[in-house]
Structure formats: C-alpha cells, structure tokens
C-alpha cells in the first residue's frame, strides 16, 4: 500500500450505496405526500401489515390473479391445439405452416401478458428479439418462426401458465373471499334471519342439532379471524404474484444471451463515439494551441532571419521570443501527451501516476493506493483518466479546500473514489461532464456512483472490473 500526502484528512467510512426506498411501487403514490387525497398521508403512518389490504398494489395483484384465469386458459388451449394439429399434419406440408402459426399466435399473447405484467404487477420486461427471416416471403417467416427460440419460449409459457394461473386464481379468490366475508360478518348477518331463516351461518347440521354463529361472542371472534385472514391475504397474493413475475421474465422476456448482445452494442457505441470525441479533442488542442505556436514560431523566426543583417538587435530579440514559444508549445505538447496516457502511467502504474494528478489539482489532496499488482492497461488508463477527470471538477467547481483519492481492490473489482469537502450538488445526468463519463465507465462494465448532496460533501465512487495487466 501506497500512500502520498498532499493536505490533511480525516478518516471517513469507504463508500456504501444509498438507495431511496420511500417510492413503493405497490403504492401507486409517492410517500403519502399527495395533494390530491389527504387519505393517502394518513394510510402511510399505519403499520405495512395493517395498510397491505387496502393498498392498490393488492387490488392490482388481485386482480391480475382474477384475469390469469381466463387469458391463461385461451393461451393453454391455442398451444396444445395448434401444436397437436401441426405435429399431426407434419406428415404432409400443411404442420409446418401450422406450426409456425401456433408459435406466432403465442408470440402475440406474450406481448398481451408482458402489457398486463407491466400494468398490473410492475414488472419491466423488455420486448424480445423480432424475427429475422433470411429470405422474404412466407417461407422466410416460417423459417425464421420456427428457428426462433423465444417463440418457443412463447409458447412453453401459454402451456406452464394455465395450470399455475387456476392455483393462483382459486387459492388467491379463496383468502379474499373468506377473509373479507368473515371481517364484515357483522354488518351482513341480519341477511340469514330476514331471507333465510336460520339464526347465522350454520357450522353444523343433523336432524336434530344445529350449531350458528349467532350470539356476540361467536359473531366478534368470526370477525377477528377475519381480520386475520385479511391481513394475511396481501402476502399469500404477493407470494403468488411473485412466481407469475419470474415466468414473464423467464419465459416471456428477452434472453441473456439477447440482452447481453444488446448492452454490448450499445458499449461499443459508446466506446466509438467517446474515441471520436477524443480524437476531436486532441485535433483541437493541437490546432489551438500547439500548432498556432508552432505557426508564430516560425514567422517569427523569418522575420528574424530577414532582420538578422539589417538590425541584429531586433533578430535576437525576436529570436528569444521565439525561443519562449518553443518552450510554451513543448509543455503544451507534453500536457496534451499525459492527457492521453502520461508515460509515468505506463512506466510506474497508477501510484505514481495519481501522485502526478494530484501535485497539479489547486486544493491539497491525499491519495491512497492500494494495489498489490497492476490492472491491465485499459483499466489503468480508464481509472486514471477518471481520477483526472474527477480533481478537475474538484479545482474548477466544487470550492473544496481538500480532496482525497482512494483506490484498492475488492474481489474483481478495482474502486476508485474522489472525496472533496466542497458544496456539493454534483449529478451525473443530462449532459454533464459526469455523465459522460459514467459513459465511459459503462462501456466497460463499470459504474459510477455520485453521492454529492447539496451543501457537500462529495463522494464520486467509480466501479470498474478488474482484468490482469
């Protein structure tokens, strides 16, 4: 371990994630803080127990329970049916349409289930691959159906689903049927007096005894099982949702393989345009700055060559001045070189190399590596270049009067973290300099986490894969 001190610091506790678990997405508000119904604010000071049953969330289960049943039994019976019609008329050409069909039909009823997931459960399922046929034309289409997997995937979920869709719906409408049936018994039971004729609901019968719930006793305690039985309700239905949300997402959702392929297109985007924006960038540097010395160099130098034997003063001192441009566009080249990959970074890793950053930052900066060997050079330069990044920000915006930069090892993770005492109030959205390179971050498989509330301080925690030098 590694460690150069630039200014004081205090120890502070390594980064932890800070999630916002006030938005419930069974809720269907925000934190009880709506304007619209004053109801809202009071449901959330009970106890979740006592709230569940009157959330909309549970409606909304319950009622994705209720319509399982019918939409699963329409998706069990074209399976099984056009399946066995096809695989029976394979023997001539007409099951291989059908089955194409069948297959299809199951895609259009997964995109029916993954709409009602979405709706009704909450559940974020990203549509799968479309077809590719090869060819145009039908036969392309049965070819590229039947070589599908998702459209088997389609269509295994329309035969697993209905037989789990009719548990779910009998065991789901049995608790809520019977809870809310016994809680509210109370307020029903002059029903069985006034139209039925018998003193309550009849627990037991013979020819010559008869056993009702009809005194307070029996009529209370019905209702306290109620109660419970309602209270209950909610989770049983939650634990059964729960199986229908892994099968859409299993079943019904892009594959990993898909999803994977996807993420890494999408890296490789990023990745190309952050090498275009780099390459902009250096042009720039070097036609600004650099290159237009270079040019100033030489005029300078011809008109001291032309001034050399007519008034040899003016020559030398043009050609001192000249002599200060070369050094100017020298250290400029060298600030554009270490920008890119400073050779300390290659020759002595990340230790010296941070050092180097942080004896240029404006506040004083502690950095702390520990490392006991060296990432490979594309993560190297990646966190670098987020270290450098980051101090930047840190000496144009954030009026911190000391930072910290910390850089170790967990697992096969490589951390870096930048802490200033600034004003904070940094974020990584829109078109920020940190969202850019988050950007960057994520091309590889990385992540950045910014934790900068208003008033400060700021902790920027960069997450990156570990990969042997």
């Known amino acids: 371990m590694a460690t150069h001190q630039y200014g004081y610091r205090d120890q502070s506790d390594a980064y932890a994630y800070s999630y916002d678990e006030d938005r419930d997405a069974g809720h269907g508000f925000d934190g009880g803080h709506d304007d619209r119904s004053g109801r ?8 979740a127990g006592l709230r569940a049953p009157i959330e909309g969330r549970t409606w909304r289960e319950f009622g994705y329970l209720l319509l399982s049943l019918p939409l699963s039994i ?30 299809a ?7 029916l289930e993954r709409v009602r997931a979405r709706g009704l459960l909450g559940v974020e399922v990203g549509t799968p691959e479309p077809l590719r046929p090869r060819t145009g034309g039908p036969m392309g289409w049965i070819g590229a159906t039947l070589k599908s997997g998702v459209s088997w995937r389609h269509l295994l979920y329309g035969v697993l689903h209905m037989p789990w869709a009719v548990f779910g719906f009998a065991v789901g409408l049995s608790f809520w049927v019977t809870g809310w049936t016994m809680l509210t018994y109370p307020l029903w039971r002059w029903v ?41 309700t909610p989770w049983v239905i939650r634990a059964l949702t729960t199986v229908d949300r892994l099968m859409v997402i299993g079943l019904l959702g892009p594959s990993r393989l898909a999803s994977r392929v996807v993420e890494l297109e999408s890296d490789r985007g ?93 506040v004083p900066v502690r950095v702390e590596v520990d490392l006991t060997e060296r990432p490979a050079p594309a993560i190297e330069g990646i966190a670098y270049f987020t270290v450098s990044e980051l101090l930047q920000n840190v000496s144009g915006h954030s009026g911190a009067t000391r930072a910290e930069v910390d850089v170790w090892r967990t697992r096969d993770r490589l ?55």
């Open 415 to 469: 951390m870096v973290q930048v802490y200033d005492n600034g004003g904070g109030g940094a974020v990584a959205s829109g078109g920020s300099g940190l969202a850019a390179l988050a950007g960057r971050l994520d091309a590889v498989d990385g992540i950045l986490v910014v934790e900068s509330p208003g008033g400060g301080p700021t902790r920027v925690t960069a997450e990156l894969p570990w990969r042997r030098a």
């Open 105 to 111: 039909g199951s895609r259009g009823l997964g995109a």
């Open 270 to 362: 990023v990745v190309v345009d952050t090498a275009a924006a780099d390459l902009r960038r250096i042009e720039r540097d070097l036609h600004d700055g650099a290159q237009a010395r270079l040019v100033n160099l030489a005029m300078d130098l011809g008109v001291a060559k032309e001034k050399l034997s007519e008034d040899p003063e003016t020559a030398a001192r043009l050609v001192g001045e000249a002599h200060g441009e070369v050094k100017t566009a020298l250290q400029e080249l060298r600030d554009l070189a270490r920008g890119i990959h400073p050779a300390v970074l290659t020759d002595r890793g990340l230790d010296a190399a941070l050092s180097s950053v942080a004896s240029r930052c404006a």
């Open 192 to 232: 069985f007096p006034t139209y039925v004729g018998q003193d309550g609901i009849q627990l037991y019968g013979d020819a010559g005894h008869a056993i009702y719930l009809d005194n307070p006793f029996e009529i209370t305690v019905t209702a306290g099982l109620g109660l419970l039985v309602t209270l209950v």
């Open 40 to 47: 809202r604010h009071g449901l959330n000071r009970l106890p």
């Open 74 to 103: 329409i998706g069990f019976v074209w399976a099984v049916t056009m399946t066995s019609l096809g695989v029976g008329l394979l023997i001539t050409f007409i099951g291989v349409p059908v089955l194409a069909a069948a297959l």
